[in-house]
């Protein structure tokens, strides 16, 4: 019975050709998803290989160029000062700083938000945003309208960490622009100058909390003291008029003497 069968079948039939074709099929699936694999690890390997480098750049871009500043922008020299917050760091009362205005030291719990400011920051909140990498521009109540002006325009240029306000302590010059242990003072507004050391120092330099957020939500303009008119009063006394010199030579009630 089987030689009959074997007579049946057409010419060229291979009774294995199935069998052959599935253990290809499994075959060739193996290696289709050893391939999927190997892909899947490599592209694991350049993920991690990149994540690696990236904390590696990040690192060194916190721990030593960010810490990189400056000594002079635009010819204005940079002073540097102390970058400890001291301690304790967060205090509940006035803290009397070194420097004034203040750019590092014990500060209070809260930061000042970021933004402009129509009345003066208190230094402890001050300070505090600052150590959250904000830069400030401080300026005495009595320069200019215009350049308050200029230097509220440029704050609010920016989104975050930056701030400007009236001072109310003593400065060296009108205008200072502070950042974390880092100050530039400024006889005249100079809207160059302060950019690049915004540029520099925001969100950087040397501040320990950079990474904190300080969003620009203050907005209040200052409103500069007006200057009395031509002839207006200052509040001031007015001097003393001078006494009338005594008359010489006849009139009056001087006597003459005689001769003798």
């Not at 291979?14 to 069998?19: T, V």
């Not at 209070?108 to 230094?123: F, H, I, L």
Request: proline residues 10%; hydrophobic residues 35%.
């Amino acid at each position: 019975m089987a030689k009959k069968n074997k007579k049946n079948r057409p010419e060229g039939f291979d009774p294995n050709q199935r069998k052959r074709e599935r253990i290809e099929a499994r075959r060739q699936a193996k290696a289709e998803a050893l391939e999927r694999r190997r892909k899947q690890e490599r592209r694991e390997r350049i993920v991690r290989r990149v994540g690696i480098v990236a904390v590696a750049v990040f690192a060194v871009w916190f721990f030593f160029i960010r810490g990189g500043v400056p000594d002079a922008i635009a010819g204005h020299e940079i002073e540097h000062y102390s970058t400890s917050a001291g301690d304790p760091t967060h205090v509940d009362t006035t803290v009397d700083y070194d420097m004034s205005p203040p750019v590092s030291g014990a500060h209070a719990g809260a930061p000042a938000n970021c933004g402009t400011y129509g009345s003066p920051v208190p230094n402890e909140n001050l300070v505090h945003s600052l150590e959250h990498g904000a830069v400030a521009i401080l300026y005495e109540p009595t320069i200019s309208e215009q350049e308050v002006r200029q230097i509220e325009e440029l704050v609010q240029s920016f989104e975050s960490h930056t701030i400007s306000a009236p001072y109310e302590g003593e400065m060296e010059t009108p205008i200072a622009v502070v950042a974390w242990a880092n100050a530039m003072r400024l006889n005249a507004f100079d809207e160059a100058a302060a950019r690049e050391f915004i540029d520099v120092f925001r969100e950087g330099g040397q501040a320990p909390e950079a990474f904190q957020p300080c969003p620009n939500d203050a907005d209040d303009d200052f409103d500069p003291p007006e200057s009395p008119a031509p002839g207006e009063s200052s509040g001031a006394s007015p001097p003393p008029e001078p006494s009338p010199s005594p008359k010489r030579g006849g009139g009056g009630d001087a006597k003459e003497t005689p001769a003798p």
